[in-house]
């Protein structure tokens, strides 16, 4: 899918965002319900396990604006809209020459805690490359998301769903399976198949350090004047890294990160989804961060 690690900065927003106060808000923009964020990950160039040889490089860098909008105290929709620009560079890639890519992501997310000791997250995505956005059919890739985490006792959560994706010559859906712990109001451990493992401590209100594994993942197809024309690709790996996290609640956030890229695989396949050449990339550094801002 490629787009999980965006979606986790948005349950990140404090639980309580519409709860029942003493002096409750009369509006809205109290809540800093408009978003402004980017993010950027970048790994250093890893080599290819392939009769080709040769080493890989892959970077992403994303912006995008979201819009909290209350439907009870309990429930409300987060539209976003972001733009995505990614580089994956293999210099000795016989299918095709293009290494820089871009798109565009309409994407849906809805909250609830409506249900007693259950909180559950449905999100829909629509990726659209900005160069073809006149074929759809050929160049768009719609993901989703399904996750209900329930509260199974006072310092344990268990997590089910399911996720997957459909477009590009491929469709594929996975279960959603995880449980998370918090021995004190400090440390949550969580493990989450296949969106997020992680170990954290919360130093205060502001302040977060993590021991994270990201998946990093895209999907996408290469343009129609290649070597092999408009074949489609998929990159697939994981990362672990050690995550500093700042965040004035409702109002900003700010991430950064370093970790070791554990290696991962890379396809290419024709137009039509045949014919698939599979190559495994090998380890690699990365680092990166991401800005968040509420108006």
Same mark, same amino acid.
């Given at each position: 899918?490629?787009?999980?690690?965006? *979606?986790?900065?948005?349950?990140? @927003?404090?639980?309580?965002?519409?709860?029942?106060?003493?002096?409750?808000?009369?509006?809205?923009?109290?809540?800093?319900?408009?978003?402004?964020?980017?993010?950027?990950?970048?790994?250093?160039?890893?080599?290819? $396990?392939?009769?080709?040889?040769?080493?890989?490089?892959?970077? &992403?860098?994303?912006?995008?604006?979201?819009?909290?909008?209350?439907?009870?105290?309990?429930?409300?929709?987060?539209?976003?809209?972001?733009?995505?620009?990614?580089?994956? +560079?293999? +210099? &000795?890639?016989?299918? @095709? %020459?293009?290494?820089?890519?871009?798109?565009?992501?309409?994407?849906?997310? *809805?909250?609830? &805690?409506?249900?007693?000791?259950?909180?559950?997250?449905?999100?829909?995505?629509?990726?659209? $490359?900005?160069?073809?956005?006149?074929?759809?059919?050929?160049?768009?890739?719609?993901?989703?998301?399904?996750?209900?985490?329930? %509260?199974?006792?006072?310092?344990?959560?268990?997590?089910?769903?399911?996720?997957?994706?459909?477009?590009?010559?491929?469709?594929?859906?996975?279960?959603?399976?995880?449980?998370?712990?918090?021995?004190?109001?400090?440390?949550?451990?969580?493990?989450?198949?296949?969106?997020?493992?992680?170990?954290?401590? !919360?130093?205060?209100?502001?302040?977060? @350090?993590?021991?994270?594994?990201?998946?990093?993942?895209?999907?996408?197809?290469?343009?129609?004047?290649?070597?092999?024309?408009?074949?489609?690709?998929?990159?697939?790996?994981?990362?672990?890294?050690?995550?500093?996290?700042?965040?004035?609640?409702?109002? @900003?956030?700010? $991430?950064?990160?370093?970790?070791?890229?554990?290696?991962?695989?890379?396809?290419?396949?024709?137009?039509?989804?045949?014919?698939?050449?599979?190559?495994?990339?090998?380890?690699?550094?990365?680092?990166?961060?991401?800005? !968040?801002?509420?108006?």
């Amino acid at each position: 899918m490629g787009q999980q690690l965006l *979606f986790l900065s948005f349950i990140l @927003f404090p639980l309580f965002l519409f709860a029942e106060e003493e002096t409750p808000s009369h509006s809205l923009w109290d809540y800093h319900p408009l978003h402004v964020s980017a993010q950027t990950l970048q790994t250093a160039k890893a080599d290819v $396990d392939a009769p080709q040889g040769g080493d890989l490089y892959f970077g &992403k860098t994303m912006a995008y604006v979201s819009m909290i909008v209350p439907i009870t105290k309990t429930s409300y929709f987060i539209p976003r809209v972001e733009w995505v620009q990614f580089a994956l +560079d293999w +210099d &000795k890639n016989p299918k @095709f %020459d293009e290494t820089h890519f871009s798109y565009t992501q309409f994407a849906l997310l *809805f909250y609830s &805690k409506g249900l007693e000791k259950w909180r559950w997250i449905v999100r829909g995505e629509y990726n659209l $490359d900005l160069k073809h956005f006149s074929e759809p059919s050929l160049y768009g890739l719609f993901s989703w998301l399904l996750w209900g985490a329930y %509260d199974l006792a006072e310092k344990w959560r268990y997590h089910i769903g399911a996720t997957g994706f459909v477009g590009l010559e491929g469709e594929m859906t996975y279960p959603l399976l995880g449980i998370d712990y918090s021995p004190t109001p400090q440390w949550t451990l969580e493990a989450i198949f296949p969106i997020t493992y992680s170990v954290q401590y !919360n130093l205060n209100q502001n302040w977060r @350090f993590s021991l994270v594994g990201r998946p990093m993942k895209e999907r996408f197809r290469a343009g129609s004047h290649e070597p092999q024309p408009r074949s489609v690709f998929s990159y697939s790996s994981l990362g672990t890294e050690l995550n500093v996290h700042y965040e004035i609640p409702l109002r @900003f956030e700010a $991430d950064f990160y370093i970790g070791y890229n554990t290696g991962g695989d890379f396809y290419i396949k024709n137009q039509h989804g045949k014919n698939a050449l599979y190559t495994e990339v090998q380890g690699a550094p990365y680092i990166g961060g991401m800005l !968040n801002y509420g108006f």
